[in-house]
């Protein structure tokens, strides 16, 4: 993607948040970063680094996978190239979300996520009921070849009633208000990754 067409994007996604609250953005990244991408997830499995995921945050957090069933690894600026240009290109994404919408967005957490075949993830909100930081959702998907038959959608609960299902194809990503927007992850016949992060304002803790 040209810096033109990648300003351009980021245009019409801070245009979609302002309009529906949500954004769906096909080859967000270039096909040689996607595809490096979902090999350093791959790598990372191999050698035992994603972890089944829980639910809750804290000492409250519990692995439940009758609610989720993928296994994660947090990124750290630095872990490899490929992760500080999606690092980069998310903080960028942040500045201008900020300067479309002023949410006072401060940063971005966010880890690879491999969901086995079958896993899936049950309807949910990305915010937490005593920790309002999170609040721009966004997912990038590395799944080349994806087919319809194989599953693995995102579906998202709209403000309208009615639903969305994002298959989760390669260099695909969506951008939501973390606090607006219910999803849920639909199981897949497939092995399913992807990159899953927040862009997070400064929260109401006393700290």
Request: net charge negative; aromatic share 8%.
């Amino acid at each position: 993607m040209t810096t033109e067409a990648q300003t351009a994007c980021l245009t019409r996604i801070v245009d979609d948040l302002a309009e529906q609250g949500w954004s769906l953005q096909p080859q967000f990244l270039s096909q040689s970063l996607t595809t490096a991408l979902a090999h350093e997830c791959r790598k990372r499995a191999a050698q035992g680094a994603l972890t089944p995921a829980g639910v809750g945050r804290g000492n409250q957090q519990q692995i439940s996978e009758g609610l989720r069933g993928d296994h994660i690894q947090w990124l750290e600026p630095g872990d490899s190239s490929s992760s500080d240009v999606y690092l980069s290109l998310l903080d960028e994404l942040r500045g201008v979300i900020n300067q479309g919408l002023y949410l006072g967005l401060e940063d971005f957490e966010g880890h690879f996520a491999l969901y086995p075949p079958g896993a899936f993830y049950r309807k949910h909100l990305d915010r937490f009921r005593d920790d309002d930081r999170r609040t721009v959702s966004a997912v990038l998907y590395l799944n080349e070849d994806w087919q319809a038959e194989q599953g693995g959608a995102l579906r998202l609960y709209l403000k309208d009633g009615s639903q969305r299902d994002v298959l989760p194809e390669a260099g695909t990503l969506v951008i939501f208000l973390s606090a607006d927007l219910p999803h849920e992850v639909l199981p897949a016949s497939r092995e399913r990754l992807s990159l899953t992060g927040w862009l997070r304002r400064r929260g109401n803790e006393p700290w």
